[in-house]
Nanobody
C-alpha cells in the first residue's frame, strides 16, 4: 500500500488549504481503513490532528483545529482529504496521512501495520 499526500504549500494566516491523501496498492480498497492526519512541527513530536473511521466515518479532531478543519474520505477514489480553514502559524508543519485497519478504540489508526505517507509541508506565514 502506498500513500501520497498533496496540497501543501505556503499560505497567509487566515487562508485555506486542502490536503489530499491518495492510497494505492494491489487490490486495495480504502473502505474499511481508519484514516488519520498527523503533523509535525520543527523540533516537535508528531501529533494527531484529525481522524475518520472506516465503516461508520466517525470523526475526531484535535482541540485546536475543531471548527476549522474538516476531514473527509472518498472511498471510490481511495482518497482522503483534510480541508484546513482559517490557518494560523501554529498550524505550520509537515502533514502526514496514515491508514490502518485497526483503531485506537475511536477513529484513529494505530498499530505496527499502519501505513504512512511521505508528508506534505504546510507553512502559514505572512
Amino acid at each position: 500500500v502506498q500513500l501520497v499526500e498533496s496540497g501543501g504549500g505556503l499560505v497567509q494566516p487566515g487562508g485555506s488549504l486542502r490536503l489530499s491523501c491518495a492510497a494505492s496498492g494491489s487490490r486495495f480498497a480504502l473502505n474499511n481503513f481508519n484514516i488519520g492526519w498527523f503533523r509535525q512541527a520543527p523540533g516537535m513530536e508528531r501529533e494527531r490532528v484529525s481522524c475518520i473511521s472506516g465503516p461508520n466515518e466517525r470523526t475526531y479532531y484535535e482541540e485546536s483545529v475543531k471548527g476549522r478543519f474538516i476531514i473527509s474520505r472518498a472511498n471510490a477514489r481511495n482518497t482522503a482529504y483534510l480541508q484546513m480553514n482559517n490557518l494560523t502559524p501554529d498550524d505550520t508543519g509537515v502533514y502526514y496521512c496514515a491508514i490502518s485497519l485497526y483503531s485506537d478504540g475511536g477513529s484513529c489508526p494505530v498499530g505496527a501495520s499502519t501505513y504512512w505517507g511521505q508528508g506534505t509541508q504546510v507553512t502559514v506565514s505572512s
